[in-house]
C-alpha cells in the first residue's frame, strides 16, 4: 500500500489515462509503484457496462512507470505498458484542461467532476504557484 498524506513536492507531470482509449486490461495496475490507478466500471444498462482504469491525481508521483518501463540510456527500446496507448504524461499545469477532455461516459464525468477536475485544478494551481 501506497503512502498516506500531504505531498512533499508536486511532480513535474501526472499521468493521465483516456478513458475512450482504454480497455480495463489492468496492465497499469499492476506496474504502478504507489498504487494510485484503480478500475472503474459504469453501467451503461441492459447492454453491458464500460470498464476504465482510472488515476488518483493526488498519489501520482509522476514516475511514467505506467507509460513505459524503465531502460537503460543507451537501449533504443521502449517497452510500453499499456498496449492501447491511453495513458499520457501531462505537465502538472495543463491537468485540469486535460482532465476536462479525457473521455468516458458522460454521465460519469458530470457526477465526478469536483473529484476529476477539481482535484486536477488544485494540483495545477499549487504548482503554479511554487
Not at 480497455?23 to 459504469?42: N, S
Not at 488518483?56 to 517497452?79: M, S
Amino acid at each position: 500500500m501506497a503512502k498516506q498524506g500531504p505531498r512533499k513536492k508536486l511532480p513535474k507531470e501526472i499521468a493521465v489515462i483516456n478513458a475512450d482509449n482504454c480497455t480495463g486490461c489492468e496492465a497499469c495496475i499492476q506496474v504502478c509503484p504507489v498504487d494510485c490507478i484503480e478500475l472503474k466500471e459504469f453501467g451503461l444498462g441492459v447492454k453491458g457496462s464500460q470498464s476504465w482504469c482510472e488515476i488518483d491525481f493526488e498519489r501520482c508521483v509522476g514516475c511514467e512507470v505506467c507509460v513505459h518501463i524503465p531502460q537503460k540510456k543507451t537501449n533504443p527500446y521502449e517497452l510500453t505498458v499499456c498496449p492501447w496507448n491511453a495513458i499520457e504524461m501531462v505537465p502538472t499545469e495543463l491537468l485540469a484542461v486535460t482532465v476536462a477532455q479525457i473521455g468516458g461516459p458522460p454521465e460519469y464525468i458530470h457526477e465526478h467532476w469536483d473529484r476529476l477536475v477539481g482535484t486536477a485544478q488544485h494540483l495545477a494551481e499549487m504548482k503554479a504557484a511554487s
